[in-house]
Nanobody
Framework: QVQFVESGGGLVQPGGSLRLSCAASGMIFRIYDVGWYRQAPGKERELVAVMTNTGRTNYVDSVKGRFTISRDNARNTVYLQMNSLEPEDTAIYYC????????WGQGTQVTVSS
C-alpha cells in the first residue's frame, strides 16, 4: 500500500523559509515522477512542483524562483525548499506521485502570517 507522510510545516513570517519533507513507502520510489501539491482554504488542490524520475523539475508560475523540489531516492523522500514565503502560500501541502495515485497523506500545514 502506497503511503506518504509529510512533515516540516509551521507558522512563518512573510519572507521566511521552510523545508518540507515527504517520506514515501509501498512503492518503487525511484521510478516515479513525484510532486508537491497544496490546498488553500476554499480552493481546489493544485500541483505546485514536480520532479521526474530523471530529475527534471517544473513549477507553477506563482512559486518559480522561490521553491525548489528535490528528492533522495535512497531515502524514498522528496523535499520542498520554500523561500521568500508569501501569505498566499498558506495551505496544507501534500506529496504524491504525478499524476497522483491512491490515498493522500494527512499533509503538513504551512501558514505565512505576520
Amino acid at each position: 500500500q502506497v503511503q506518504f507522510v509529510e512533515s516540516g510545516g509551521g507558522l512563518v513570517q512573510p519572507g521566511g523559509s521552510l523545508r518540507l519533507s515527504c517520506a514515501a513507502s509501498g512503492m518503487i520510489f525511484r521510478i516515479y515522477d513525484v510532486g508537491w501539491y497544496r490546498q488553500a482554504p476554499g480552493k481546489e488542490r493544485e500541483l505546485v512542483a514536480v520532479m521526474t524520475n530523471t530529475g527534471r523539475t517544473n513549477y507553477v508560475d506563482s512559486v518559480k524562483g522561490r521553491f525548489t523540489i528535490s528528492r533522495d531516492n535512497a531515502r524514498n523522500t522528496v523535499y520542498l525548499q520554500m523561500n521568500s514565503l508569501e501569505p498566499e502560500d498558506t495551505a496544507i501541502y501534500y506529496c504524491n506521485k504525478n499524476p497522483p495515485y491512491g490515498a493522500w497523506g494527512q499533509g503538513t500545514q504551512v501558514t505565512v502570517s505576520s
